[in-house]
T-cell receptor, first 118, second 116 residues
């Protein structure tokens, strides 16, 4: 089975530009999470969706960040305008709903998108 | 709020030896899940082992085992017969078991180096 697929793998942009990160979760997974990883703050949960609906976006740092999940197989994380402090690795992860067949509680991660804002 | 603490930023071990990575957590919940994830240089987070709090038996996956001490809120990872491929960042993580609490909280990680 294909894992969580993220694109782009690397993105270098200039301050003020719009950045869009993409994620395709594992088919059949009901939850989708966006995490950000930096040296200073470690792994931080930004937002998560259940059945395409945003449930908790309290980790989204500012209004410059937005996330959407238009369908069960696609999600985007957008930063507009981007700033140098947004430089980080952004992970998308997915898992099954609790109690469903095959649920182990494991969160499956993509390979991450490394964002550099100059 | 739940917190996860990994007090060892870096560890090193001789190849074929055994190493233990420490993790403590703070929670008021009685039922929860604990995980160890590995992040190699390729960056992808990979599950190493998981433990359900209501199970007293320590989880084991081949060379990886945990020492789960619920009362002490401790969840250490033991890697036996260390191999070069074990070199990575290791993250301890916690998730409450009650519905509606879906967040996986990570520790700050331990960088493990394997000495040939």
């Amino acid at each position: 089975d294909a894992g969580v697929i993220q694109s782009p793998r690397h993105e270098v942009t200039e301050m003020g530009q719009e950045v869009t990160l993409r994620c395709k979760p594992i088919s059949g997974h009901d939850y989708l999470f966006w995490y950000r990883q930096t040296m200073m703050r470690g792994l931080e949960l930004l937002i998560y969706f259940n059945n395409n609906v945003p449930i908790d976006d309290s980790g989204m740092p500012e209004d410059r960040f937005s996330a959407k999940m238009p369908n069960a197989s696609f999600s985007t994380l957008k930063i507009q305008p981007s700033e140098p402090r947004d430089s980080a690795v952004y992970f998308c992860a997915s898992r099954r709903d609790r109690g469903t067949s095959g649920d182990t509680g494991e969160l499956f991660f993509g390979e991450g998108s490394r964002l550099t804002v100059l | 709020a739940q917190t996860v603490t990994q007090s060892q930023p870096e560890m090193s071990v001789q190849e074929a030896e055994t190493v233990t990575l420490s993790c403590t957590y703070d929670t008021s919940e009685s039922d929860y899940y604990l995980f160890w994830y590995k992040q190699p240089p390729s960056r992808q987070m990979i599950l190493v082992i998981r433990q359900e709090a209501y199970k007293q038996q320590n989880a084991t996956e081949n060379r990886f085992s945990v020492n789960f001490q619920k009362a002490a809120k401790s969840f250490s990872l033991k890697i036996s017969d260390s191999q070069l491929g074990d070199a990575a960042m290791y993250f301890c993580a916690y998730r409450a078991a009650n519905f509606g609490n879906e967040k996986l909280t990570f520790g700050t990680g331990t960088r493990l180096t394997i000495i040939p």
